[in-house]
């Protein structure tokens, strides 16, 4: 569990999605919550078809622990708010390996990120938005 929360950076935010409310909103509680499917016991995410309130899933805390799976340093301007360099990243979760997670690693120097490096889970909070993103795991 992290209780970690990072400075908001100038994410381009939309409209909280109803079908996974869950992965936005669960760094309130300081800890990141999936889903799981009930029968199978394997998490889903992304969540694609599987809404929140699906009976077949139960919505559960997550170790907030991984590794940095891939990952590039995007030298390029995207948003103007956020000055590049920065890094998009694949953390794979503990909690199952093909459990992936786009995001970006934070509190760290670009070229400090590698392959394998160990990440744990902090929030940026935007409102009712808290994003998951990763930090070292130091």
């Known amino acids: 569990m992290s209780d970690s929360q990072t400075a908001p950076s100038p994410r381009?935010?939309?409209l909280l999605?109803?079908?996974n409310r869950t992965y936005w909103t669960s760094g309130k509680s300081g800890r990141l919550s999936l889903l799981r499917n009930k029968a199978t016991g394997r998490w889903i995410h992304p969540f694609w078809n599987v809404a929140d309130d699906d009976p077949g899933v139960s919505i559960e805390p997550v170790s907030g622990k991984g590794t940095v799976f891939t990952?590039?340093?995007n030298q390029h301007t995207y948003n103007p708010a956020v000055p590049p360099?920065?890094?998009l990243a694949m953390v794979q979760?503990?909690?199952q390996e093909d459990l992936r997670i786009g995001t970006n690693i934070v509190n760290c120097a670009p070229e400090d990120v590698e392959i394998g490096m160990r990440v744990?889970?902090?929030f940026e909070p935007?409102?009712?938005f808290?994003?998951?993103v990763w930090e070292p795991d130091r």
Do not use: K, N
Request: no cysteine.
């Open 120 to 122: 744990r889970v902090a």
């Open 12 to 14: 381009m935010m939309s």
């Open 130 to 132: 808290f994003a998951p």
């Open 17 to 19: 999605p109803q079908g």
């Open 93 to 95: 979760l503990d909690e």
């Open 126 to 128: 935007h409102g009712e």
């Open 71 to 73: 990952f590039t340093i």
């Open 85 to 87: 360099p920065y890094v």
